[in-house]
Every structure is written in structure tokens, then in C-alpha cells.
């Protein structure tokens, strides 16, 4: 009987992901499988560079200790002794404010404060927004249903909470909005934590309560090479399973003939019985246009933004001999085009020689999208200077490295859930299609993995119904 034909089409850590949980399953119902990728390299926005002995990371610099799938897979795939967390005495985040960096208070749990006296010693937050943000105590719990993350903050904390401490880290981290957020999408914790606890104050100090055997662990992992030897080590163990890796492949349009998928690319036509795509929604939808225009339009209802990373080495004999935190965020507020910085070489071991500091600036996003795509010297020039402003350095970086992202960030605004559960309804009528990635069900490193895994189980699933 001839085996299954699955083209995955995307050689991101959701397509590699995808195509490796094909192979672990396929004792039980062989398949074929062959991924495709326009690219020279796979990996997608995961890339590591090596500059003079420093571990650089041009997208995602780790993933989350709390979401088990990305360790999972790197245990499993037997890199397990590469995986390193952050530096436990460097553990301080700091907040932009009035031009002058305040730590983020000990104890600050996803916005939330639970240890009162160094939230009453802060500088961060006023008297007024202190208070305001305490009032967290007795607000009742809303009536269910999908609101903007800021909405939400101000409900329960105040204004001062979302600007200078939610918009800075939602900004920072998924280059995103808290006015146009989904709550339900990204922060469903809050809304358990509300339902069940009356306060998130009062359900974080439970939360904190229960965590307190795993205090000494990391929140944000990665690995000592940096996070490309996933990559490298899953392309290596897909080679081993057989799959068929095509780099060089971009796929110029998608249409169904009978029961085949035919992928044309301008040198040659693949055909399969199973499509995956694992792209964005926008890419996904342009190669569907000939297949079917609902699902095209739904596709396209998922916006994107486009971010831009800066990463310079600096002497440490020239600047501040210790930077003792992970680094820090930037509100709206303070008018830069800096969202965030990362201190990179001591958030993680094993990123910088001794004598030097490795830093990461981060601009583009929802305040300034256009920004990124200025001339590369124009978006150092401008990140680092207002870098080097706010701590106060003079010294000029040994070397610049710049990373363009363009429409890499999906933003999971208000009703995405119900857009995704649309996108599904249709796409499960076109016969042997699936969608995974970034774009529908969680945007880091482990999201993606947990879809992935998901995703290959719908597929055989589906080739059991056909049989």
C-alpha cells in the first residue's frame, strides 16, 4: 500500500516541530514527508550568530520554563545538557520612567505585586498609583467575555499599572498593543485568577505560595550555543527519518486537483495527499487564493507587525564594569524608538567573552512599525544612541549587528479565538489541510512546539477516517 504523502510547507521551528512529530508517529501509520522551505537555512526568526566568540540571537533569545514543550522536545531530541537558565543574582528587570531606570519591584508576578513592602519602596509607581493598584483587593470579578488586556489592567489596577508597567512589557515582548489585545488570547491566567480568587493580587500570592519549591528556577531557558542548535539538531534527526528537506523551495501557488494538493514553485510541482502550512496567515492565505476565498479573507484578518533587533558588543573596561539585571523596558511614554533592551550577556551564561558586555535593542512594533524599515545604519545609530543615553555610556560598540523581522509578529487582538475557530471550521472542509504556527493558538518557541505536536496528531486522525 503506498504510504501517505504529507508536504509541510514553512522549515520554522512550527513546520521542523511538525514534520518530527510525523516521524515519531509514523511506526504506527507510515507516512512520507517532504518539507519545503523558500529559504536558504531553516529556522525561521530562530538564527544564531557566532562574532568573535559571542552566542548572538537574531530572534527569540529563549523559551518559557512554565510551558514544558520546548524543554520536552529538547530533551527528547537529547540536547537536554544544553539547556541553560538565566543567571539567578542578575535576576532585576527595570522600567524606563522619567528618563531614569526603576527596578521592576521584588516579587512582581506577571504585573502583579506580591511581596507589599518593596512594592511600597518602589519609585516606579506613585503614592496614588500604589493605592489605586492595592484597590485590586475588593474590585468584584467582570462577567465573562473577551476584553482588551488594557481595559482589564485598568479595571483592576489603574491606569499608572498599564502604562508604565503592562504597555512597556506587552510592547517589549510581543511588540503588541494592550488597547487592541485579546485578553482571552494572550493572559487567560487573568481571567482564572479573577474567576477563581475575586483579585489577582490574591490569586498570585496562591499562585506564589504553591511556586515556592521552584523559586530558584529559571523562568526563561535556552541553550548554551544559543537556540539554532535546536534547529540544527531536528534537521539532523529529520534527515535520519527520511523526511525530504527542499531549502531553496518557495511555493508560488497551492490548488487542488481530485484528491492531490499541487505546491508549483518556479522549478518544479510537488504533489501530496496531506498539506501543512506552517506559515503566517498572511503567506498562508496568498498561497490559498486559487483554493478557497473565505478562508483567504479569514487569513487575512490576522494582522501583523514587524520588529527589528540591534545587537553591539561593548568593552567593559569602557562602560559600567557589572550590569546587574536581565535589562529593561521602555514605556510609550518616555517618546523613544527603543521598546526594550536586553543586557544579553547577563541575562544567560555563555554569551560574551569575559572583558565584554553583549546588549540587544529592540525597536518597530505597534508605536513605530515604518521604523524598521529605515536604513540599517540609520536603525543602529538611533537605538544605540538612545541606549547608551539611558545608561549613561560614552563608548562606542566594537561591532553592530541588525536584524529586520518584517511581519513576523501576528497580533492576537480582540476576537482572535473566534477568528481561529473560523479559520478551523473552514479549512477542516477543504480536505487534508492544516494550519500551525504562530499565527492561531500561541506565539512563542513553546506554543509552537505544543501546536506542532497537536497538529500531527489531527493528521493521523484524519488518515484513519480516510481509511
Known amino acids: 500500500m503506498k504510504k501517505p504523502h504529507i508536504v509541510v510547507v514553512g522549515g520554522g521551528i512550527a513546520g521542523l516541530a511538525t514534520c518530527y512529530f510525523l516521524t515519531q508517529r509514523s511506526g504506527q501509520s507510515p507516512v512520507q514527508v517532504t518539507l519545503l522551505e523558500k529559504g536558504s537555512r531553516l529556522g525561521g526568526n530562530i538564527w544564531t550568530e557566532y562574532p568573535d566568540g ?16 520546548a524543554a520536552q522536545l529538547v530533551r527528547e531530541i537529547g540536547l537536554g545538557d544544553e539547556i541553560i537558565g538565566t543567571i539567578p543574582e542578575n535576576n532585576h528587570t527595570y522600567i524606563l520612567s522619567r528618563g531614569r531606570l526603576h527596578p521592576l519591584p521584588e516579587g512582581f508576578m506577571l504585573l502583579v505585586p506580591t511581596r507589599i513592602w518593596p512594592f511600597i519602596k518602589s519609585s516606579l509607581i506613585s503614592p496614588a498609583g500604589k493605592i489605586r493598584m492595592l484597590l485590586d483587593l475588593f474590585i468584584p470579578p467582570s462577567p465573562e467575555g473577551d476584553v482588551t488586556l488594557a481595559s482589564f489592567i485598568i479595571r483592576r489596577l489603574g491606569r499608572e499599572a498599564l502604562e508604565k508597567i503592562a504597555e512597556p512589557l506587552i510592547a517589549g515582548i510581543h511588540a503588541a498593543d494592550p488597547a487592541r489585545m485579546s485578553l482571552k488570547a494572550t493572559f487567560p491566567r487573568f481571567l482564572d485568577l479573577e474567576k477563581t480568587h475575586g483579585s489577582l493580587i490574591k490569586g498570585m500570592l496562591k499562585l506564589r505560595k504553591n511556586m ?6 529559571s523562568a526563561f531557558l535556552s541553550l548554551k550555543r544559543g537556540l539554532y542548535s535546536l534547529v540544527e539538531k531536528l534537521e539532523e534527526i529529520l534527515h535520519a527519518q527520511g523526511v525530504i528537506i527542499r531549502k531553496g523551495v518557495e511555493v508560488k501557488e497551492v490548488t487542488k486537483l481530485q484528491n492531490q494538493w499541487c505546491l508549483a514553485s518556479e522549478q518544479e510541482t510537488f504533489y501530496g495527499d496531506i498539506l501543512i502550512l506552517a506559515l503566517p496567515a498572511h503567506t498562508a492565505g ?11 479573507q479569514q487569513l487575512s484578518e490576522i494582522p501583523f507587525t514587524s520588529t527589528v533587533t540591534v545587537s553591539a558588543a561593548f568593552r567593559k573596561s569602557e562602560t559600567s564594569k557589572e550590569l546587574k539585571g536581565y535589562g529593561f523596558l521602555v514605556p510609550a511614554s518616555e517618546n523613544t524608538h527603543l521598546l526594550a533592551a536586553t543586557w544579553t550577556s547577563s541575562k544567560f551564561p555563555f554569551r560574551a567573552p569575559e572583558s565584554h558586555h553583549l546588549i540587544r535593542c529592540f525597536g518597530g512594533g505597534y ?10 545604519d540609520e536603525i543602529a545609530s538611533i537605538l544605540l544612541e538612545e541606549f547608551c543615553k539611558i545608561m549613561n555610556w560614552t563608548a562606542r560598540p566594537e561591532w553592530i549587528k541588525v536584524y529586520r523581522w518584517p511581519k513576523a509578529m501576528p497580533q492576537y487582538e480582540i476576537g482572535h479565538q473566534d477568528k481561529v475557530k473560523r479559520i478551523e471550521e473552514v479549512s477542516s472542509r477543504a480536505g487534508g489541510l492544516f494550519l500551525t504556527g504562530s499565527s492561531y493558538r500561541g506565539i512563542g518557541i513553546s506554543d509552537c512546539i505544543r501546536d506542532a505536536r497537536e497538529t500531527a496528531s489531527k493528521v493521523f486522525s484524519f488518515l484513519l477516517n480516510e481509511n
Open 54 to 69: 559571542f552566542v548572538v540571537e537574531a530572534g527569540p533569545d529563549c523559551f518559557i520554563a512554565e510551558k514544558p514543550w
Open 212 to 217: 515556592q519549591s521552584s523559586q530558584n528556577r
Open 286 to 296: 496568498v498561497l490559498l487564493k486559487n483554493v478557497h476565498s473565505t478562508l483567504v
Open 367 to 376: 508605536r513605530n512599525e515604518n521604523f524598521v524599515f529605515k536604513n540599517e
